[in-house]
């Protein structure tokens, strides 16, 4: 493959493997065990294994290492390990990394289960944990420690879509010589420049844009080859949170039209939220791309494009977001997010259910509040639903 290759050449033939039948599409390897030619061999492999050399499906797999190879030169990393869904990517990321009495920083904003890392599971294991407001720096600045061994944030946050400045943080995080794991989902690889703006570990829930059609849980770790192989493999393929082959192959083909599907669904985005700032049913419209978002600039330079989701915020309250989403005829009342049809949930009452009210108002999930993955329909429908159902 050439180094030289444009993003979307590489989406489509970077880490193709073809067997001796010289299939155009990837094949899937829908076996856990690789057969050898000798006992000596046997040996030889489990000695040290070559890039092309498979020991055992929970250690590695020739779709699923196709798919880690083209993510990789997608997202400008040197490796990629996959996994067998976001969370297992989340939380073999974190595991892989820290120890008893290690220190984490992490932004508040965060998807519910991700958030039960931070305030259940590491605390239980030694780890202290301390949330602050992502896009406040000041507080990552005093939050940060020498004993801090990692910070972790959503690039872009779930619901509210607030931004954490990936350079300013690492650069914090690197003086004190912690590691920064970023949940990149919301920024898409499309508009990542996550590993040139400092980010050691960069994390997908491939279920999203990656597969893009709604079909599949994935996930993926991204980082240098050092820290992928020494520190996430050992982790994950001892503890059983690899991809499957099949999914693999999903998120193969995922790969090859995820650039046309983000750039359309941002593309539709963008003229959505614009048709919907200023409705009088509205409080607000939240999307980075509009120069009413309050971090807009950061947006511009961080992703270069506002993205694929947005957030209404609707006068009314629960009572007006609840007729809204049941009077919307073309977006589907669901919770996944990328997927090739518009997808709409409250979260104060779904994703975020559980959060505590104090939290809910503090990350902006008020009961108005409608999330909204823009889909692969005729921005002209979307906008003419949304249009309808305000009005209800
Ligand atoms: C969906 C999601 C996850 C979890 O991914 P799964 O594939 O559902 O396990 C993690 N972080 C963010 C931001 C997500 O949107």
Redesign the pocket.
Known sequence: MSKDWNKSTKAVHAGTRRSQYGEVSEAIFMTQGFVYDSAEDAEARFESAGPDEFIYARYGNPTVAMFEERIAALEGAEDAFATA????A?NGAMMSILKAGDHVVSARAL?G??LYIAEEILPRFGVEVTLVDGADLSQWEAAIRPDTRAVFF?SLS?PALELVDIEAVAKLAHAAGALVVC?N??ATPIYSKAVAQGVDLVIY????HIDGQGRA???VILGSRDLIRKTIEPYMKHTGGSMSPFTAWIMLKGLETMRLRVRAQTDAAQKIAQELEGHAALKRVIYPGLPSHPQHALAMAQMGAGGTMLAIELKGGKEASYKFLNACKVGLISNN?GDAKTILTPPAFTTHQRLPQDQKDALGITPGLVRISVGLEDEVDLIEDFLQALSN
């Open positions: 869904s976001g969370m297992a989340v998807f289960s991700c959503e779930n949940d989902v919301f829930s491939a279920t999203k849980l994935g996930g997010l």
